[in-house]
Structure formats: C-alpha cells, structure tokens
C-alpha cells in the first residue's frame, strides 16, 4: 500500500489493519479507493479534486448536513437510511476530512456494499429506478433549507456562462486543438441561441429554483444488480439550488444513450426512446405532484441543453488541454464531445417522440 495512503488511512482509523486498498468506480472528478480491514469492514477513501473544490470545508458541511437530513427521511419512509444513503466518517480530531502535507484532501464513506454502478445502461429497468430515485430525492429534499448550501461550483449548470469559456478556449487556442475541432465547434456555435432558453425561463420566474443535485449520470446510482432497484445515490459535490429540467436532462444524456460517453465510433450513439421513456416513468413517479406544468414541459428541453452543456464542456477541456476530466487516452475529450453532440443531432431528430 501506498505509504501516502497508509498516512491518511491512520487519520480516520488509527490502529486498524487495512487488507487492501484499490482503485474504484469510473468518476471523473476525484481519485476513489475502496478500502477494505482486516475486519471485514469495507469503505471508499477519496482524494477530493481541489483544482476544481476549492471550498472543501464548505463542500463537506453539505455533504454531512444533507446526508443526515436524508438519513431522516428515509427512516420515516421506513427505509434502510445506512443503505439508502451515504455515511461520512470523521477523522479523530472529528473533522470530515483530512489535509496532508501537501494539501491534498481527503475523506472517507461507508462503501455500500453488493451494487452496481453503470456506465452504460443495461436495460429499461435501471432507468426507471434511476429515475424513480432522483425523482424521490427532489421530494425529500423539498423542504430543506436550501440558503444553508454552499455554492460549491459557481455557475455549475449557467449554460449560457459555458459557452461564453467556450468561445474564449476557441480564441486563445493554446494548445492549437480548435482546427481539429472546426465542426463541432460550428455546431455549438449554431445552437447558441438555445443555450439560454432554461436560464431565460428562470430570470422571468417561470421556472422554479429547486435543490437538485445536477451531476445524475447513471453511474452516480447504485442499483441492485439483481432487481436493479436503486439502492443509493451517491456523489453529493455538486448538491446546490438548480433546475429541475438539469437533473432530469444529465440522467437522459447518460443513461438514454444507446453508447457509451467517449465512444469514438458515433454511428453507435443515439437517444434510445424506450430508455428515455422509462426513466420519465420513474422521475415523474419520484416527484410525485410538485413538478409544475412548465417544469414538465420543459424536460425534453433540459435533456437537449445538458448534452449541449455536456459537449460544450468537453470540447472546452479538450481545447484547454485536458486540465478538468480525468482522461486515460489522447483525444478523449474530443470523442466524448462527438458523442454529445451526436446525441444533441439525434434528439433533434426525435424531438416530437420526446414530449413528455
Ligand atoms: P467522482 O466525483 O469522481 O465521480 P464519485 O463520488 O461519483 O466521484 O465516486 C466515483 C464512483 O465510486 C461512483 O460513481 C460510484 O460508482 C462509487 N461510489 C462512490 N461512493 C460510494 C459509496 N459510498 N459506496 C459504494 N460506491 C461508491
Ligand atoms: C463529472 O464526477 P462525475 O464523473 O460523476 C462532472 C459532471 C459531468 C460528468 C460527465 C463536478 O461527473 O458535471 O456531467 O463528469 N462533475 C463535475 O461525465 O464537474
Ligand atoms: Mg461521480
């Protein structure tokens, strides 16, 4: 084991004999272990990503003042709260968190146990339940004293803010990338009308602000992978006021395409209707009666403008030099781009099949 690891390990179980430790998940943002003790205990260790976090302090306060309220909820729903939802562990000194030497942060979850998480959905039923979940955890979180959140990513989902850091990564081009994405960046630069359609609807107060979650990928739930009943959401960095057309719109451009999100073929991607239906079954279950009528409306929209944001970012990242997602091959960045943008084409083409 890393002696770094074994250092921080010690931190939140001093003492403890670790069995193993090893890399977790497929998330893009920070580096997952799950760790495992000689008692057989299993937990996830995390290194948060603080280039993009900067606020870790703050981040944590979310996440442990949430996860307790959630806790709450699913006990008077009579669920299972320690697998409904996530459970922060403190270090000694009783901070949710650890800083080592070099300022790298660190904190550790229960890992719940017997799941999976996907990367690409299997069946219809994975996207109802993923739907059902983020649909329930709306209506839990609906009275939670939204003011009390730190705004851990500022302008996560501000599409019109992303396109404007994607014209100028166009314009300074300092890796001399933009030639080798001259389409997609005349077919961003098309839609750029459409980036505002949801953040207008919001300024004229037609579209309520709600607490979502706004990081939905399907991966982002654990299923059973026996019912694929959703067990528990996790990854709770972004949890701040945003659209309820967001959290619904990141769920389909994940979980609805028929391929994968760096996929470097995109004859094989495309809105797959059937999923995409399921999983509106399943949100509009979840939310019960509170969506309102232009919210409704408004989801196809928000499944189209995400995948525009999605691919925006990525090219954005791709031009910038692959500073913000974690890449394990060149060009990455620029095939998960393709692959939005593909999907943003082929909502276009299904745009009536998708009216909810
Ligand atoms: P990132 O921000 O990098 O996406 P996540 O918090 O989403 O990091 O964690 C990465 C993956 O690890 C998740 O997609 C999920 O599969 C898995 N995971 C995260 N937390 C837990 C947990 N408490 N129990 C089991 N698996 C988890
Ligand atoms: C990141 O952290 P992860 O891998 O679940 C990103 C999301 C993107 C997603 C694209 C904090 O999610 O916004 O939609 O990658 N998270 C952050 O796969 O930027
Ligand atoms: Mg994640």
């Not at 320690?82 to 000194?93: C, K, L, S």
């Not at 990367?119 to 009390?148: C, I, K, M, V």
């Not at 091959?329 to 095939?335: M, P, T, V, Y």
Request: aromatic share 8%.
């Amino acid at each position: 084991m890393d002696a770094g690891i074994r250092e921080v390990l010690q931190k939140f179980f001093p003492g403890e004999e670790i069995v193993s430790v090893g890399p977790h998940g497929s998330g893009h943002i920070n580096h997952t272990f799950a760790v495992e003790t000689a008692g057989g205990q299993k937990y996830i260790l995390q290194k948060i990503n603080t280039e993009i976090f900067k606020d870790v302090e703050g981040l944590m306060e979310n996440v442990v003042n949430v996860t307790d309220y959630l806790r709450r909820q699913i006990a008077k729903e009579g669920g299972n709260p320690e697998r409904g939802t996530m459970r922060a562990i403190p270090t000694v000194d009783g901070k949710y968190y650890y800083k080592d030497a070099e300022g790298g942060c660190w904190r550790i979850y229960m890992l719940i146990d017997n799941v999976i998480s996907l990367d690409q959905a299997e069946n219809e039923e994975a996207l109802y339940a993923s739907g059902l979940a983020f649909g329930r955890f709306q209506a839990q979180l609906a009275d939670y004293p939204a003011q009390t959140l730190h705004e851990t990513i500022p302008d996560f989902h501000n599409t019109p803010k992303r396109y404007q850091a994607f014209e100028k990564a166009v314009e300074e081009d300092c890796c001399h990338r933009a030639a080798s994405a001259a389409e997609e960046i005349a077919f961003i630069r098309m839609r750029k009308a459409e980036t505002e359609i949801l953040t207008d609807l919001l300024k004229k107060g037609e579209l309520p602000l709600r607490l979502t979650h706004n990081d939905t990928k399907l991966n982002n739930v654990l299923l059973d992978p026996k019912t694929y009943e959703a067990v528990c959401i996790v990854d709770f960095d972004t949890i701040m006021p945003g659209l309820t057309a967001y959290d619904f719109g990141d769920a389909i451009r994940f979980g609805a395409n028929t391929a994968v999100e760096d996929e470097p073929d995109t004859s094989r991607v495309s809105l797959s209707l059937s999923l995409y239906r399921a999983y509106v079954k399943g949100f509009m279950e979840g939310c019960g009666e509170r969506l309102t009528p232009k919210e409704i409306e408004t989801l196809p929209v928000g499944a189209k403008t995400i995948t525009l944001e999605q691919g925006i970012r990525f090219l954005t990242d791709y031009l910038q030099g692959d500073t913000y997602y974690q890449t394990s091959r060149e060009g990455q960045n620029l095939d998960r781009c393709r692959t939005q943008l593909a999907l943003v084409a082929d909502m276009e083409r299904k745009w009536e099949q998708m009216r909810v």
